[in-house]
């Protein structure tokens, strides 16, 4: 298993990585996390809920632990959510996920 750190800030999609390599495999997760639930056509469920927006601090980890693993359960099976943290800064909130990745 790789295990790696990644976030929802400071993500491009890069087009030329193997979707089924590492890499590719922590690409994708990093798209759920920088996606908003409900933006992405004729794929409605993937992303992230936007209701966590509202919610207290002390309420926020909890909850998106728990979207984050259903999330990578059904769009990333190969990746497991080991830790989530967040951090707030000039209003935006960064969301950090330490993810392991099975390798096939």
Do not use: H, W
Not at 29 to 53: F, H, N, Q, W, Y
Not at 56 to 69: A, H, T, Y
Not at 71 to 99: C, H, M, N, W, Y
């Amino acid at each position: 298993m790789v295990v790696d750190k990644i976030s929802n800030t400071n993500f491009k999609y890069d087009y030329s990585i193997d979707p089924n390599s590492i890499d590719g495999i922590l690409q994708q997760c990093r798209v759920i996390l920088s996606t908003i639930r409900g933006t992405v056509p004729l794929e409605r469920d993937l992303g992230m809920d936007p209701k966590a927006v509202d919610k207290p601090s002390n309420l926020l980890v909890s909850g998106l632990k728990v979207d984050i693993q259903q999330q990578f359960k059904k769009f990333v099976p190969r990746a497991s959510v080991l830790g989530v943290s967040t951090s707030q800064q000039d209003g935006k909130i960064e969301i950090i996920v330490i993810v392991g990745v099975r390798d096939e």
